[in-house]
């Protein structure tokens, strides 16, 4: 037995004599190191932990490690000593001490030359202003990520193959599934190309990915939801270039707008229908806005101003009136939107038509606050009364004559 012993001791003294002449070296290292025996008791350490601990190098070897960093009469949970002495192998552990801070052990075997673990070697490291740093990044990561998925916007990663990288929760939903996982593995054969109504806008996005890497593009697509119903989007999108300049991954953002989209459709139609109606008038109609440009025109006064409903869209009365009357009529059209009041109504021929003869009349279109939006002119046709008005003063001034 006592044989035994001297044996096990033997390799344990040929490691502190070893520290003892590396002590200087070790312990101007910021690292903790000591050296224990089974029972989890100092057998050396640097002369920095007795410092630290206020206790001696000779009342440290009485010591456990538990008792002297936690106060505590049982190791600590998950003790990379243990491990290390019940396995044979290296461990490594973060814990954290009773005022809260953090260290890095790190348990190396010493083993006699049967191969048992006779000793631990430790080495412990404060890291706790690491630790805040990974704690602080954690919580911005983990803010960034709420951020994600709580976006009305679906955010995505796509790779140039079209499988999908990253998408957040509301991506996913807009094409009718429950999570980013659950359409990442419907992918698994297929790319998000297959969900264009359009084969080729697929196409047009990469040209223009290939064309500008970096630049953000925006368009208006046509999806496929899973169910094969569709449904408007507008996409706003870049490419991010590796170092050499080469697409890696698309990024982007989308935007279903479906709603809006029937909501002009239904707008375009109402819009329709009032144009026909007021296309099938004989009076002249006419809108602009603010600054005197038309917005729109009916049919008859398009065909007698020789002038197209597209065209005119963006003109003023001085663009499509010959002179000096084009700057009357702008003038006119600009005091009405200055004043906010009705122009007094005027008789005017058509230019260059003395034949026909319109009364006009201008009223000022007021926003919801109020404000001068534009203003809407009617022409009526008074070519007869004009004409039975003119011979009515010819006959009575022949008379009087």
């Known amino acids: 037995m006592e044989e035994k012993s001297r044996t096990l001791a033997e390799p344990i003294l040929r490691t502190l004599r070893a520290l003892k002449?590396?002590?200087?070296?070790?312990?101007s290292m910021e690292h903790a190191l000591v050296l224990l025996d089974r029972e989890m008791k100092h057998l050396w350490a640097t002369p920095s932990i007795s410092n630290k601990s206020g206790l001696c190098l000779k009342d440290l070897q009485n010591r456990t490690c538990h008792s002297i960093h936690h106060n505590s009469s049982v190791p600590c949970k998950d003790c990379p000593l243990i491990e290390t002495f019940e396995t044979g192998k290296i461990s490594e552990k973060t814990t954290r001490s009773p005022d809260g801070k953090f260290f890095l052990s790190r348990a190396i075997p010493v083993k006699d030359d049967q191969g048992s673990v006779i000793a631990v070697f430790e080495s412990r490291r404060e890291i706790t202003e690491e630790k805040?740093?990974?704690?602080?990044?954690?919580?911005?990561?983990?803010?960034?990520?709420?951020?994600?998925?709580?976006?009305?916007?679906?955010?995505?990663?796509?790779?140039?193959?079209?499988?999908?990288?990253?998408?957040?929760?509301?991506?996913?939903?807009?094409?009718?599934?429950?999570?980013?996982?659950?359409?990442?593995?419907?992918?698994?054969?297929?790319?998000?190309?297959s969900y264009y109504k359009n084969s080729d806008d697929r196409r047009e996005v990469i040209e223009h990915i290939y064309s500008n890497p970096g630049v953000w593009f925006h368009r208006e697509d046509v999806f496929l939801r899973r169910d094969g119903t569709t449904f408007h989007v507008h996409l706003h999108y870049r490419a991010v270039p590796s170092s050499a300049g080469e697409p890696l991954f698309i990024d982007g953002f989308i935007d279903d707008i479906s709603e809006r989209k029937a909501l002009e459709e239904k707008i375009g139609?109402?819009?329709?229908?009032?144009?026909?109606?007021?296309?099938?008038?004989?009076i002249h109609i006419n809108m602009k806005d603010a600054d005197g440009r038309f917005t729109f025109a009916n049919r008859a006064f398009c065909e007698d101003f020789g002038i197209s409903a597209e065209k005119i869209l963006g003109k003023t009365a001085k663009d499509i009136i010959k002179e000096p009357?084009?700057?009357?009529?702008?003038?006119?059209?600009?005091?009405?939107?200055?004043?906010?009041?009705?122009?007094?109504?005027?008789?005017?021929?058509?230019?260059?038509?003395?034949?026909?003869?319109?009364?006009?009349?201008?009223?000022?279109i007021f926003g919801d606050r109020?404000?001068?939006?534009?203003?809407?002119?009617?022409?009526?046709?008074?070519?007869?009364?004009?004409?039975?008005?003119?011979?009515?003063?010819?006959?009575?001034?022949?008379?009087?004559?």
């Open 21 to 27: 002449s590396l002590e200087p070296l070790l312990d």
């Open 325 to 364: 009357r084009g700057s009357a009529v702008y003038r006119e059209d600009m005091e009405v939107l200055r004043t906010g009041l009705p122009a007094p109504n005027e008789e005017r021929s058509l230019p260059g038509r003395d034949d026909s003869w319109f009364r006009t009349t201008k009223t000022p």
């Open 132 to 193: 805040l740093k990974e704690q602080e990044q954690a919580e911005r990561e983990a803010q960034y990520r709420a951020l994600v998925e709580s976006s009305p916007l679906g955010i995505y990663r796509i790779s140039m193959d079209g499988k999908i990288l990253m998408a957040n929760l509301k991506y996913a939903r807009m094409f009718g599934y429950s999570s980013p996982e659950e359409f990442i593995e419907a992918l698994k054969d297929s790319s998000v190309a």
């Open 370 to 401: 109020g404000e001068i939006t534009g203003l809407v002119a009617c022409g009526y046709d008074i070519t007869s009364i004009k004409k039975t008005t003119d011979a009515l003063a010819e006959s009575e001034r022949k008379y009087r004559s």
């Open 269 to 282: 139609k109402e819009l329709k229908i009032r144009r026909q109606i007021l296309d099938a008038v004989d």
